[in-house]
Every structure is written in structure tokens, then in C-alpha cells.
């Protein structure tokens, strides 16, 4: 089978298997008729496919008469940032985010340098299926240039979220784990900025990944060891496109990605107090840090533009997801790991503690997540069993299914990337959802036949 995703996010896909020139040029070529020939920021994750993606998207996004901003690696975040900055039509990263190697995609960008909305991703789709392309002729190709100093622009917005100095003299020591992606490109420099001490693990941006590039626990067990063999302070880790954080105590202990936003409320709300917005898939320690600042809370559904749509609606001084996805309204409008990271030095710097202590301060749940093989068009089979299975739970209905009881919940939901349905369920006690976890899946699994 075909293994490309298409959907208003964007496209992904296996190169040589569904991620074909053909496809990418049309695809670029939608995405320059909906711009209508505007400035296009164009940037890659450093995967080793990105060069050939780069040019058949170039090609398409020129011949519709789209003048291109070349900025070559940067993070996703980055191409966000410079979209706003230079008011753009709209930007696309080359990118697979955490997909394995084989896989690349594209995500398109919003003149508000977010990811597209419903209606915006809609009418990509649409133009996309009918193949009504602007092309031009020769007068009317567009141009591409060069761009100096792309990241300068991008650290100049974080440097403005906390108060640099304190955080220089504190000296962190830090390990950052790039694992080859584009992180490599900004995040040396950020830490570096800050006055820390860094060490880098694989910050060549060659896509050549030393772990599978998701960051989650069982494949960061090399940055817990240099953590702990350096005496560091902390550890960081980021997917290949450097929108998502992972954080290591300096225990070498991995505490996640869904303390990553969580610490970063903590920070930002008990200094600034206003609404705050994550998915209906991040961890309630963030609803419980919103309520100890009187803070009002919101869930949107999963997927970072319903996030966005939802900050907007309620004016949200920070919002986000539990995959380690910080959006922070001052740097853009997309999960940013580099405002997340220089949130989570400054607050160490603030409270004067160690990580592994405020972490350990924060409401203690823990969240277990799999995941099963299977179609979108047998997701509502799957809701519908564990329903009828859970009968005495709060249903909530509309992004799969969540169910709710006073002291856990369970979520499934369909992937927008990949051909699976997540399963999320959190509680107290790791074996409570744990043991939550496995009955859904196995709920699923039988629902669906998996």
C-alpha cells in the first residue's frame, strides 16, 4: 500500500513509495495558486531526501509565480517566525517531523506564520484535487533569494520572553540531544546565548538520526547516560524539526514531553496570569496549574491548528500540546522547542532549584500512551466499543472519543500523520493507567480486528 498522508496539516510520506516528484510538485503548486504568487519562506528539516523535495517544491511554488525565501535548514518554528516577519503569503517546511527516516512531507504555513486552519487546509485540498494550477508563463515566474541570518531573527523574539542575565550567571550545564535533525542549526546557539555550558549530541542537521527520532523515553536512554556521566544540569531533546521538547533531570531521569509545557505554564502563569489552551490529549497537571493561578483553562481539539484557533478565540497568553509542542503568541503561532527551552532555564534560574525538585512540585499523574495499527474509517467502530464498555464515564465526542472519571481518563483518536489510533490514558498511579491503557487497546484492537 501507497504510504503518503494527506490531510489540511499537510503531506507525508515514504519517499519512493508515495512521496514522488509528481505529487510534491502538485502539491507545491496548489499551495503557490492559494498564495496567489506571494513570498513563499521555504525550509527543510536537514533529512537527506530534503534536498531532492526542495527542488520539485521550488520548481512548482516558482511556476505559479511565487517569489521563494530560500532559508534552506531551519526548524519548523523558524519558518513560522520569518513568515510574520517578512509578511509572507505563507511558508513550507520540508519535514517528516518524527517520522522514520524514510518518510519526508511538507506543512504549509499561514500568513499568520501558523499551520493552516480548516478553511486555509481545505482549500489547498481542493485545489490540490482539481489540479487548477496558476502556472505562469515566462514572465511571470517568480524569484528565489537567499536569506541572512535566519535564526537571528527567531532568538531575537525569544530573547525577549525572559530576562537573559540571571539565566547567563547561573552557568547551566546542559546536554541538548539535535539527534541530526534541524535543531542542530539554533539550539547550540540559544544555549550558548544564555551563557551555558553545552554539549551537543548529533548536531550535524544530515537527517542521519543516532535514535529513532521521536522523543520519548525508550529512545532517549543515550541522552539520560550524558546527562549523567557530564553531572549536568539538564537535558534536552527535539524532534527533527525542533518544534517538540523532551526534558531529562539531572538525575538522568526522563521526565517527558508532557512536563514540557507543563513547567512552562508554571513559569509564565505565576508572572503573568491569562487563559490557557492545550489539546484534549495533554496531561490535567496543566489544568491543575491554570486553577492554582486562577488562570482559565481550555481544551481545543488535538492538532495544532485547532490549538492556534483556540488561543485566538480566547486570547491565551501560552497554549500548546503534550507532545512536548510549546506555542508561545510573542515568538509565532507554532510549538516552539526553543521558547520552551529558555522558558525552563529561567524558571531553574528563578526558583533556584534543581529540576528533578520543581518537576517533583508539580500535581503527579502519570500518562501512559500506545498506539494500534488501523484504518480512518473504522475509528468509529473502535469509539463506539470502548463506549459502550465504559458506560459510566464522561463521554466527550467530536476528536474520537475521551472518556473521563474523577481520578483518570482515556482517550482514542485517529493520527493525523500516520495510519493508527492513539491511545492515551492518564491517572495517579502508573499502573491504574497503565492498566487503563492496555484494557482500550485491547478493546480497539478487538473492535477493529487488529
Same mark, same amino acid.
Given at each position: 500500500m501507497t504510504q503518503r498522508i494527506l490531510s489540511i496539516s499537510g503531506l507525508r510520506g515514504v519517499v519512493g513509495d508515495g512521496l514522488d516528484p509528481e505529487f510534491l510538485v502538485n502539491f507545491a503548486a496548489a499551495l503557490g495558486t492559494m498564495c496567489d504568487g506571494g513570498t513563499i519562506v521555504l525550509s527543510r528539516d536537514g533529512r537527506a531526501t530534503g534536498v531532492m523535495v526542495k527542488h520539485a517544491v521550488m520548481s512548482a511554488l516558482l511556476a505559479t509565480g511565487c517569489d521563494v525565501v530560500d532559508i534552506d535548514i531551519a526548524s519548523t518554528p523558524t519558518c513560522g517566525v520569518l513568515v510574520t516577519e517578512l509578511e509572507a503569503a505563507g511558508g513550507l517546511q520540508i519535514t517528516a517531523s518524527h517520522n522514520p527516516v524514510q518518510w519526508n512531507g511538507l506543512k504549509p504555513f499561514m500568513p499568520a506564520g501558523s499551520v493552516l486552519?480548516?478553511?486555509?487546509?481545505?482549500?489547498?485540498?481542493?485545489?490540490?484535487?482539481?489540479?487548477d494550477f496558476a502556472w505562469k508563463d515566462h514572465a511571470g515566474i517568480g524569484t528565489v533569494r537567499q536569506l541572512e541570518d535566519p535564526g537571528g531573527i527567531h532568538l531575537g523574539r525569544v530573547f525577549k520572553l525572559v530576562d537573559v542575565a540571571p539565566v547567563r550567571q547561573r552557568k547551566l550545564n546542559v546536554?541538548?540531544?539535535?539527534?541530526?535533525?534541524?535543531?542542530?542549526?539554533?539550539?547550540?546557539?540559544?544555549?550558548?546565548?544564555?551563557?551555558?555550558?553545552?554539549?551537543?549530541?548529533?548536531?550535524?542537521p544530515d537527517g542521519q538520526f543516532a535514535h529513532t527520532p521521536e522523543p520519548l523515553a525508550q529512545n532517549l536512554g543515550g541522552l539520560c547516560d550524558e546527562v549523567r556521566a557530564r553531572g549536568a544540569d539538564i537535558g534536552f531533546a527535539?524532534?527533527?524539526?525542533?518544534?517538540?521538547?523532551?526534558?531529562?533531570?539531572?538525575?538522568?531521569?526522563?521526565? $517527558?514531553?508532557? *512536563?514540557?509545557?507543563?513547567?512552562?505554564?508554571?513559569f509564565i502563569l505565576a508572572r503573568t496570569p491569562? %487563559? !490557557? @489552551?492545550?489539546?484534549?490529549?495533554?496531561?490535567?497537571?496543566?489544568?491543575?496549574?491554570?486553577?492554582?493561578?486562577?488562570?482559565?483553562?481550555?481544551?481545543?481539539?488535538?492538532?495544532?491548528?485547532h490549538v492556534v484557533a483556540k488561543m485566538n478565540e480566547v486570547g491565551a497568553i501560552i497554549g500548546g500540546e503534550g507532545n512536548g509542542g510549546v506555542i508561545e503568541p510573542r515568538v509565532g503561532f507554532v510549538r516552539d522547542s526553543f521558547a520552551g527551552m529558555a522558558y525552563v532555564l529561567a524558571g531553574l534560574t528563578d526558583r533556584k532549584t534543581t529540576l528533578s525538585a520543581w518537576a517533583d512540585s508539580l500535581p503527579q499523574y502519570t500518562i501512559v500512551k500506545d498506539k494500534i495499527t488501523c484504518e480512518r474509517d473504522k475509528v468509529d467502530?473502535?469509539?463506539?466499543?470502548?463506549?459502550?464498555?465504559?458506560?459510566?464515564?464522561?463521554?466527550?465526542?467530536?476528536? $474520537?472519543?475521551? *472518556?473521563d472519571?474523577?481520578?483518570?481518563?482515556?482517550?482514542?483518536?485517529?493520527?493525523?500523520?500516520? %495510519? !493508527? @489510533?492513539?491511545?492515551?490514558?492518564?491517572?495517579?498511579?502508573?499502573?491504574?493507567g497503565e492498566a487503563l491503557c492496555a484494557e482500550a487497546k485491547a478493546i480497539v484492537g478487538e473492535a477493529v480486528g487488529g
Open positions: 486552519d480548516e478553511a486555509a487546509g481545505a482549500r489547498l485540498l481542493s485545489i490540490l484535487e482539481s489540479r546536554v541538548l540531544d539535535c539527534n541530526h535533525g534541524s535543531g542542530g542549526v539554533l539550539g547550540p546557539w540559544l544555549l550558548e546565548s544564555l551563557g551555558c555550558e553545552v554539549h551537543v549530541m548529533g548536531r550535524t527535539q524532534d527533527p524539526d525542533a518544534d517538540r521538547l523532551a526534558i531529562v533531570d539531572e538525575n538522568g531521569r526522563y521526565i $517527558g514531553e508532557e *512536563l514540557t509545557l507543563a513547567l512552562c505554564a508554571d491569562g %487563559p !490557557i @489552551v492545550v489539546n484534549g490529549s495533554t496531561s490535567r497537571v496543566t489544568a491543575d496549574i491554570a486553577e492554582k493561578y486562577g488562570c482559565a483553562f481550555h481544551r481545543s481539539k488535538v492538532g495544532e491548528a467502530q473502535a469509539c463506539a466499543a470502548l463506549k459502550a464498555k465504559y458506560a459510566d464515564a464522561e463521554a466527550t465526542e467530536g476528536d $474520537g472519543l475521551r *472518556l472519571w474523577p481520578d483518570r481518563w482515556v482517550q482514542v483518536r485517529a493520527s493525523n500523520t500516520e %495510519p !493508527i @489510533v492513539r491511545i492515551i490514558a492518564e491517572a495517579p498511579e502508573q499502573s491504574t
